[in-house]
């Protein structure tokens, strides 16, 4: 069975950074992963994504501040998020696509307030 295990997250400054990681636990071939944010009210936004390819997108607002990386054996992925702004304040859903399928995490509060 298929999880995704999330870590990181929390309250932090404006204009500090946090780390959020992603294993996708079992004997798997994950072809995508990558994180999703969600506020209240409001559908989930594009946050970053990689493929197998090395292919890699951002949301529009986090562009020059996030960066994803992935460790392809291990089905481990981080999301580096620098420069944060209140408005990158959401739960932050940890996505991954294998055998066609999509798998979510449990989510991680990213908190960014003074």
């Known amino acids: 069975q298929v999880q995704l295990v999330e870590s990181g997250g929390g309250l932090v400054q404006p204009g500090r950074s946090l780390r959020l990681s992603c294993v996708a636990t079992?004997?798997?071939?994950?072809?995508?992963m990558g994180w999703f944010r969600q506020v209240p009210g409001k559908p989930h936004r594009l946050v970053a994504i990689?493929?197998?390819?090395?292919?890699?997108d951002y949301g529009d607002s986090v562009k020059g501040r996030f960066t994803i990386s992935r460790d392809y054996a291990n089905n481990t992925a981080w999301l580096q998020m620098n420069s944060l702004k209140p408005e990158d304040t959401a739960v932050y859903y940890c996505?991954?696509?294998?055998?066609?399928?999509?798998?979510w995490g449990q989510g991680t509060q990213v908190t960014v307030s003074s």
């Open positions: 079992g004997s798997v071939t994950v072809s995508r």
């Open positions: 990689i493929d197998r390819s090395g292919y890699i």
């Open positions: 996505n991954a696509y294998i055998d066609g399928q999509d798998y």
